[in-house]
């Protein structure tokens, strides 16, 4: 089967986000929204098929655990990532971050220090700090031409008291896929200290070079120190489903993780979300191994452009998801003045990266997850920009 994803689809009207929100959010109406991390691609066609079934029964009361989904995904999980996982693992959530909000709430107090790799995904601050907790920031290096962890500084902060270190796996915004060695060491630093990792898995099945490991599979030791949150969302373009899984080897870790989950009160899934979950993992396969080339094609694209057209930005290839983490900091301005000139000269939206904490400061966050002619309008867009500020 053949999929087109350069199929311009038009999402303006629909109450999405990424296309209709960006008044709210920019203050700008009229602009390309490459910013939030979802696609502009219709989900897989057998995705589409299990929600018009489901939604022809006609009755929609509340739901149980959908079938298929857990035996669905265990064969995904298998089959992609390498990992045998049982059912008792499994506890379904409406998002990565509301799993990690009740993990939080799970396994730390208020005042805890909780440890994030910056830059970092923004929610996660939020989480964080809205649940009475402090980020202890640690911030990766740039060594060899990749993004790095800084282990010494690792070390050095979660022994100044930290009970949960949140990894993001592969990174976002900076695109790493983390290999077993960087892992292992991570992994056996937070077992010694007894800090307990939650692993935001949900990017593990967009990986343009190497491979992704989930962090439990690494030792029983891991394993019982972890839980990983995920999500067909990113990999399916499934995020207004609401639905995710985390998954708990650990029993005594599970108990008091689906303990606070009953006291949010949440204890009933989506029912259109698990079903397009389900059909996702049994049979989106073939779709996410030509959307992958799509993604290499648009980054190839991506950085052509910006080498032979747009020289002052900076990029370090991702490794893993369609996000582009691009430095600006040749340009010479300062964040506001990155925000005005993309946002009113270019009329492109971009993720600030000031947002992603104090390393991301010039630097913005691109989402490549879109037909190769609106990424290329986008770029032409900023070149003229450029040139009418030099007075070419």
Known sequence: MSYDFNRVIERRGSGCMKWDDTE????VRDVLPLWVADMDFEAPREVREALLKRAKHGIYGYGARCPGLYEAQKEWLKRRWGWEIEDSWLTVSPGVIPALIMALRAFTEPGDRVALQTPSYPPFFAAVEKNGRQVAAIPLKVEGGRYQMDFPRLEETLDAGVKLLILCSPHNPVGRVWEE?????????????RVL??????????????????????????????????STSKTFNLAGL?????????????RRYRHVQQGSGFSRPNIFGQAAAAAAYAHGEPWLEALLEHFRGNLQFFLYYLREHLPELVVIPPEGTYLVWMDCRRLGMDD?????????EAGVAFNSGHTFGPEGRGFLRVNLACPRKVLE????????????????
């Open 24 to 27: 709210d959010y920019f203050g």
């Open 181 to 193: 060695e960087e892992l292992r060491r991570l992994g056996g630093i937070c077992c010694r200290r």
């Open 197 to 230: 990792v939650v692993s935001d898995e949900i990017h593990g099945d967009i990986i343009l070079s190497g491979r992704h490991i989930p962090f439990p599979l690494l030792s029983p030791e891991f394993a019982g120190n972890s839980l990983v949150l995920t």
């Open 242 to 254: 609401q639905v995710s899984s985390t998954i708990i080897p650990n029993p005594e870790l599970r």
């Open 336 to 344: 506001q003045e990155l925000r005005d000139f993309f946002l009113k």
């Open 377 to 392: 309008e986008a770029l032409g867009r900023v070149q003229r920009a450029l040139r009418a500020r030099k007075g070419q």
